[in-house]
């Protein structure tokens, strides 16, 4: 039969042959241990990522337009003929439909493995145990192999099934300081927020910045304390959110993942304490990401930023997982929502084990502001003595280029050099701050007072800047890379960036311009809005 879909609203024949679904192959993760296999009677949960009606106009992605949220729904969301597609023949086949959504293209299915097989065939599925990308902890989950198989019904309709591997997906960006490291430091948000001239007469009043958490949680009580030790009175409000299952859960342990979400909240809430945060906790998995980022984008009031300090290497992600999670990204640069995305801890290869060089993803996303890492050391009142690319102290600045996706239109003469494979890939990272352990964030976690460093501390710094700008130019600014990269040219970084022109972070050196390494350099934060509110980009 060929691989042609139905008209909407054509029921599903129970004769209906399975079709691959592209973009959805599996490997098996290296060292895992297999337990056995997943029966049928197991209890799933999937989401079904649906195509658009419409692809979404660059203007709206790269600016200076946005969109609302209603006429991105009816635009470019889901086909609500689609989504009764899917709706019907689920539930045909005894499956329960839990949440659709039009706007983020998402339909969750819940039933039996069993029952899942009449409209998604998974394949080999068995559990296995691994080692968590975060904690380094034996986990315990479902783990596929090949493609899935979907019934041709749907095959026009279904861009992507997440949910049937659960494995780990990703791992925090946090780096704690070490005891041998050499000659160490430490500064409070505020005092970074002095090095980097953050605008005067702002402070984030207005907006909201969402915060995506994949793991632990924080208490109200460490947050108390630690702001009012900084003097930032009130203290920022914080809300929790729960998606698809994840909670806030504070573990006590200040080397858990507790640590990250701290870490986040503090450097956000330091930084631009008038904006509201809400903290979006999700389970680690490419399911649970992408429906904490779609969640989050969507939200009403839209979020002026979103900060991300959670990621893993490209190539340890499906095609069809970097499309999902790439597609909530493009949503957010149209409802002018800017991301920022921490590049990585672990240089210019990312932790893979093949000697190459990669990239970690989301930061690779050209919808992303992909944020790098610096080691700086100023005095009190923020002069500074030295700052150059974070590689000491057991870690380094994420960097490099996309294998994955093709080079940006404002990234075209900056002098970003050939992916790994030869062809011309996004460059990683746009920005950077200070991310050295060495020199890193006091922070208060589980009731201890703490240093850490990390790009997972310049993501949240880069989303408190941005509401500062937008609280002071009165407008979301979306995707920030065709503003910041104007007047850059190879050798020469924007007004509103200090360049970082020493260091490497193993591959790639540092240099005059943007470089694989801390991009267009560290933020200028006074110079920039004067540049975005004169209205010329380049001045």
Not at 36 to 63: K, N
Not at 209 to 218: M, N, S, V
Not at 454 to 476: E, H
Not at 501 to 508: A, D, F, H, K, L
Request: charged share 20%.
């Amino acid at each position: 039969m060929p691989d042609t879909a139905p008209a909407a609203g054509a029921a599903a024949d129970n004769n209906t042959p399975m079709v691959p679904l592209p973009g959805s192959e599996r490997a098996a993760l290296v060292g895992a241990r297999a337990v056995g296999p997943v029966g049928d009677a197991e209890e799933v949960e999937v989401t079904l990522i649906l195509r658009r009606r419409a692809e979404i106009p660059s203007r709206l992605i790269e600016g200076p337009d946005t969109i609302a949220r209603d006429e991105l729904a009816a635009r470019h969301g889901a086909d609500p003929s689609d989504i009764d597609l899917v709706r019907r023949t689920a539930e045909e086949h005894g499956l329960r439909v839990t949440e659709a959504h039009a706007a983020t293209r998402r339909v969750r299915l819940a039933g039996t493995l069993g029952r899942l097989r009449a409209v998604v065939e998974p394949g080999s599925l068995q559990w296995v145990e691994s080692p968590d990308p975060h904690t380094g902890a034996s986990v315990r989950h479902r783990q596929r192999e090949g493609a899935l198989r979907l019934r041709t019904g749907l095959r026009e309709v279904v861009v992507g099934v997440l949910g049937l591997d659960d494995r780990p997906q990703a791992r925090s960006h946090l780096r704690r300081r070490a005891a041998s490291a050499a000659n160490p430091t430490a500064y409070t948000p505020p005092e970074l927020g002095t090095v980097y001239t953050f605008p005067p007469g702002t402070d984030g009043t207005g907006e909201t910045l969402a915060i995506i958490e994949l793991g632990g949680g924080f208490a109200q009580s460490d947050l108390d304390t630690y702001f009012a030790g900084l003097s930032v009175q009130p203290a920022p409000t914080v809300v929790a959110v729960g998606v698809g299952g994840g909670t806030n859960s504070p573990q006590g342990d200040p080397s858990s993942a507790d640590g990250e979400v701290l870490l986040d909240i503090e450097v956000a809430g330091a930084l631009a304490p008038g904006a509201r945060q809400v903290v979006y906790f999700a389970p680690n998995t490419d399911q649970g990401f992408v429906d904490a980022v779609t969640t989050a984008v969507h939200a009403s009031p839209t979020p002026a930023a979103v900060s991300i300090s959670w990621g893993g290497n490209e190539d340890g992600w499906t095609a069809q997982g970097r499309s999902a999670l790439n597609s909530a990204l493009a949503d957010a640069a149209a409802l002018g929502v800017t991301v920022c995305v921490a590049a990585g801890d672990n240089g210019s290869g990312d932790g893979a084990t093949d000697g190459r060089p990669h990239v970690d993803f989301p930061a690779s996303s050209p919808y992303a502001l992909a944020c790098g890492g610096t080691r700086l050391n100023a005095s009190a009142g923020g002069a500074v003595t030295s700052e150059a690319v974070w590689d000491s102290n057991g870690g380094g600045t994420g960097g490099g280029v996309s294998d994955v996706f093709a080079l940006p239109s404002w990234q075209a003469g900056v002098g970003v050099p050939s992916s790994p494979s030869g062809s011309s890939g996004r460059g990683v990272p746009d920005v950077a701050a200070d991310a050295d352990p060495a020199t890193g964030y006091k922070v208060f976690v589980d009731g201890q007072a703490e240093v850490v460093g990390g790009t997972s501390a310049v993501a949240p710094l880069w989303a408190a800047l941005t509401c500062r700008l937008v609280q002071a130019l009165g407008r979301r600014l979306g995707l920030l890379q065709p503003l910041l990269y104007a007047g850059a040219t190879a050798g020469r970084t924007a007004e509103g960036f200090r360049d970082i022109t020493q260091g490497s972070n193993g591959v790639y050196r540092a240099a005059a311009g943007w470089d694989p390494c801390t991009g267009l350099g560290v933020p200028d934060g006074a110079a920039l809005l004067a540049r975005l509110k004169s209205g010329n980009p380049q001045a």
